[in-house]
């Protein structure tokens, strides 16, 4: 865990990517652009803990339509700044066989997260797979999938904020920051 000092000064160096005002109108084009596509569809939708908990609790509200919610956890950086194996605490289960199933995360990085999830929603029975994602990286190497509804294009650098985490912290910030070169 980051010290209050260590938390501190990561904040203090960091840039401001997108604002808090950014971030507010980014998820409410999202609402409108998953309404338009999925109102009829009475989706499952699934918030991968935990850093998708500060984008799904900004979103959940907007969806103006019926729908299921649960949640799946699975985490690959384990507080570090680089991803590895991916580590599974809560798999999707039964409840998505048949079901039109969108997942929310808060970041594609590298796509491995997603791209898991994805296998395992299909392999359990799942209808249709569709997933919205607060951020995306702009990566050098391609992504294994791309997702249904994007957010904010970020930089190939950390970012943290709205849900993202920097070594555990700053989930709670309600704007996006990267890292200094
Ligand atoms: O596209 P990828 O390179 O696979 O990375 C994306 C994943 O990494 C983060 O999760 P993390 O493992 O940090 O767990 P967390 O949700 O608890 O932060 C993030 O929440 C995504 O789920
Ligand atoms: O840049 C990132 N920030 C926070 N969490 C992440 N998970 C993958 N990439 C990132």
């Not at 840039?15 to 808090?20: G, K, M, N, T, V």
């Not at 338009?36 to 803990?49: K, T």
């Not at 103006?64 to 599974?88: A, C, T």
Request: charged share 20%; proline share 5%; glycine share 6%.
């Amino acid at each position: 865990m980051l010290t209050y000092p260590q938390a501190q000064q990561i904040l203090e160096t960091a840039e401001l990517i997108y604002s808090e005002r950014t971030v507010a109108q980014t998820v409410h084009r999202m609402a409108r652009d998953i309404t338009q596509q999925l109102s009829q569809q009475q989706p499952l939708v699934l918030c991968v803990m935990g850093g998708a908990v500060v984008f799904t609790g900004h979103l959940l509200p907007q969806l103006h339509f019926p729908l299921d919610f649960d949640y799946l956890h699975l985490s690959r950086y384990n507080k570090q700044l680089q991803g590895g194996e991916i580590q599974w605490r809560v798999e999707p289960g039964e409840s998505v066989k048949d079901r039109v199933v969108l997942v929310l995360d808060d970041i594609l990085d590298q796509g491995l997260t997603l791209a898991a999830i994805r296998d395992k929603v299909l392999k359990n029975g799942a209808r249709a797979f569709y997933s919205a994602v607060f951020a995306e990286k702009e990566t050098s190497k391609p992504k294994p999938l791309q997702a249904d509804f994007v957010g904010l294009i970020v930089p190939d650098r950390y970012v943290f904020g709205f849900g993202m985490d920097i070594h555990g912290a700053w989930r709670n910030l309600p704007a996006v920051y990267a890292v200094k070169d």
